[in-house]
């Protein structure tokens, strides 16, 4: 990922929370030279340094992991589109937002207690706000059907791409659009701007 100096996110507590608040990532291996793409939720185990989640038997890109081979997962983190007419001075159309990707390596995982081990903790985090939450129920035939994952991490890379490279009234003014808008999105963003103020 290009990453100039001024919009890299190294801080890992803000990398974590990122990937923690958008669990939904995209897993990119490479086979026969061709890129390939999942779109699953992942849970972040930050002691042990790897992400979890599953994939249906199906789906072949489990059989893509060998050893030596190295994975990305993607997080998107809040987004939206900055217009010039919001900035005090002149300026270029523009997009804000903030991305974690992760590399590593990957290991499918088919034992049975495994798999078990991750539904429960996706269950624990996405369940969390149902009341009762959905308890996890193991039919042999479906537990068959899915293919765990677990990556080990080696690098984590973020980019906050959030008008550093304006002033701050700028910035201000960009918050003030977003929050406007009253979009589930762009108030997201506006609160990750204003914690990421620059002095």
Same mark, same amino acid.
């Given at each position: #990922?290009?990453?100039? +100096?001024?919009?890299?996110?190294?801080?890992?507590?803000?990398?974590?929370?990122?990937?923690?608040?958008?669990?939904?990532?995209?897993l990119?291996?490479?086979?026969?030279?061709?890129?390939?793409?999942?779109?699953?939720?992942?849970?972040?185990? $930050?002691?042990?340094?790897?992400?979890?989640?599953?994939? =249906?038997?199906?789906?072949?890109?489990?059989?893509?992991?060998?050893?030596?081979?190295?994975? #990305?997962?993607?997080?998107?983190?809040?987004?939206?589109?900055?217009?010039?007419?919001?900035?005090?001075?002149?300026?270029v159309?523009?997009?804000?937002?903030?991305?974690?990707?992760?590399?590593?390596?990957?290991?499918?995982?088919?034992?049975?207690?495994?798999?078990? /081990?991750?539904?429960?903790?996706?269950?624990?985090?996405?369940?969390?706000?149902? +009341?009762?939450?959905?308890?996890?129920?193991?039919?042999?035939?479906?537990?068959?059907?899915?293919? /765990?994952?677990?990556? $080990?991490? +080696?690098?984590?890379?973020?980019?906050?791409?959030?008008?550093?490279?304006?002033? =701050?009234?700028?910035?201000?003014a960009?918050?003030?659009?977003?929050?406007?808008t009253?979009s589930?999105?762009?108030? =997201?963003?506006?609160?990750? #701007?204003? *914690?990421? *103020?620059?002095?």
């Amino acid at each position: #990922m290009y990453v100039p +100096k001024h919009f890299g996110e190294g801080d890992g507590e803000k990398l974590a929370a990122l990937i923690d608040e958008n669990g939904f990532g995209v897993l990119v291996t490479v086979s026969e030279g061709r890129p390939f793409a999942s779109h699953i939720p992942f849970i972040y185990e $930050r002691e042990a340094n790897v992400l979890l989640g599953h994939v =249906a038997r199906a789906n072949p890109q489990w059989r893509h992991f060998s050893i030596g081979s190295e994975v #990305m997962v993607v997080f998107q983190g809040p987004h939206a589109y900055v217009s010039p007419s919001w900035y005090r001075s002149p300026g270029v159309p523009t997009w804000n937002y903030a991305v974690a990707h992760v590399y590593g390596s990957a290991e499918a995982l088919e034992e049975p207690s495994r798999i078990k /081990g991750i539904i429960e903790r996706l269950a624990g985090k996405y369940e969390r706000n149902n +009341k009762p939450p959905w308890v996890p129920t193991y039919d042999p035939r479906l537990l068959g059907a899915i293919v /765990g994952i677990e990556v $080990r991490i +080696k690098e984590v890379q973020g980019k906050f791409k959030l008008s550093q490279n304006r002033s =701050a009234a700028d910035r201000a003014a960009v918050v003030a659009k977003l929050e406007a808008t009253g979009s589930e999105g762009d108030l =997201a963003l506006a609160r990750l #701007m204003e *914690k990421n *103020k620059i002095a």
